[in-house]
């Protein structure tokens, strides 16, 4: 299996719900990251965490990462249909080369 | 927007066709890269160039040839491709790559993709 996988593999919400993913990793690493696609386009960056931070911040996101466990944690709050999209974690370590090696995603749809 | 722009949006090729993906990064940064997005498979990385210099090359079959003519420019060349070469595939480019930092952070940014289909 891979480096990141992300859990759950989809995700249906309502509006205004908080949406909940997981990612796990393998390897120790030097940072993670977070980006969303919205269909058949590019990835966007959304936020990076450190492997020495625990939790961002970043509007209603929220990112949390535990590396004892090797796993990150990302949550939006309050969602919106506009939030419908697949959500890719990403990390970078030695052990790959310090390459982004990206997960299979988490697909969400909120539904309004 | 990203700063990252990609052509064609979309092409459709014959198995014994040439064509070029073209991409361009209007953000100064120094590595440019080629992935690629299959069906529910994870984001595969095909190239990578560092100040123009091809850094990367993740066993990528030779009907695929990259070529990076400066820090903001890159092509993938395609010559006698498979049906299963059908994908999107991304662009991005990033401020620097590096092997030497432990701490090295690359934020990518990503093109909005060729949507490939092979005949």
């Known amino acids: 299996s891979q480096q990141g996988e992300e859990d759950p593999q989809a995700l249906s919400i309502q509006e205004g719900e908080n949406a909940t993913m997981n990612c796990s990793y393998k390897t120790s690493i030097n940072n993670l990251q977070w980006y969303r696609q919205n269909s058949g386009r590019g990835l966007v960056h959304l936020i990076l965490?450190?492997?020495?931070?625990r939790e961002k911040h970043s509007g209603r996101l929220r990112v949390t990462l535990d590396t004892s466990k090797k796993s990150s944690s990302l949550l939006i709050t309050a969602s919106r249909a506009a939030d419908t999209a697949s959500y890719f974690c990403a990390t970078d370590s030695m052990e790959y080369g310090n390459k982004l090696v990206f997960g299979a995603g988490t697909i969400l749809r909120v539904k309004s | 927007e990203t700063g990252v722009t990609q052509t064609p949006r979309h092409l459709v090729m014959g198995m014994t066709n040439k064509k070029s993906l073209k991409c361009e990064q209007h953000?100064?940064?120094?590595?440019m890269y080629w992935y690629k997005q299959s069906a529910k498979k994870p984001l595969e990385l095909m190239f990578v160039y560092n100040f123009k210099e091809q850094t990367e090359n993740n066993s990528v079959p030779s009907r695929f040839s990259p070529e990076c003519p400066n820090s903001s420019h890159l092509f993938l060349h395609l010559h006698t491709l498979q049906p299963e070469d059908s994908a999107l595939y991304l662009c991005?480019?990033?401020?620097?790559?590096?092997?030497?930092?432990?701490?090295?952070?690359?934020?990518?940014?990503f093109g909005p993709g060729t949507r490939l289909t092979v005949l």
């Open positions: 953000l100064g940064h120094n590595a």
């Open positions: 965490i450190r492997s020495n931070e």
């Open positions: 991005a480019s990033s401020q620097r790559w590096t092997r030497t930092s432990n701490y090295f952070v690359d934020t990518q940014y």
